[in-house]
Nanobody, 126 residues
Framework: QVQLVESGGGSVQTGGSLRLSCVAS????????WGWFRQTPGKDREGVAV????????DYRDPVKGRFTISQDIAENTLYLQMNSLKPEDTAMYYC???????????????????WGQGTQVTVSS
């Protein structure tokens, strides 16, 4: 059973930085897609950044390009999201998600992902 455990959320002021981590267990694919989603109350969960485990191909949603960086440590089975220049509109619950396929697009629906972490809250104050 695949398990994903996120950490690293918190509260920061505008312009601050946070680094999210997601440790995976029993997720051993060498070419599947995994990444980060976020959700605010009343809105659908949307992809933020995704990465392909084998090639390292990445894809970002436009509002976070140039500010967020997704990376992975395959040996440690850990996914990261470095978030810089944070804005109040980045406030959300952030989820780590892992797929059982290799198609990797940040615009994929949440239903394209099979495994989810419990979420970690990020709050950015102005």
């Amino acid at each position: 059973q695949v398990q994903l455990v996120e950490s690293g959320g918190g509260s920061v002021q505008t312009g601050g930085s946070l680094r999210l981590s997601c440790v995976a267990s029993q997720y051993d694919s060498n070419d599947y897609c995994w990444g980060w989603f976020r959700q605010t109350p009343g809105k659908d969960r949307e992809g933020v950044a995704v990465i392909k485990r084998g090639s390292g191909y990445t894809d970002y949603r436009d509002p976070v390009k140039g500010r967020f960086t997704i990376s992975q440590d395959i040996a440690e089975n850990t996914l990261y999201l470095q978030m810089n220049s944070l804005k109040p509109e980045d406030t959300a619950m952030y989820y780590c998600a892992a797929a059982s396929h290799s198609f990797c697009s940040v615009r994929s629906s949440r239903y394209a992902y099979d495994y989810w972490g419990q979420g970690t809250q990020v709050t950015v104050s102005s």
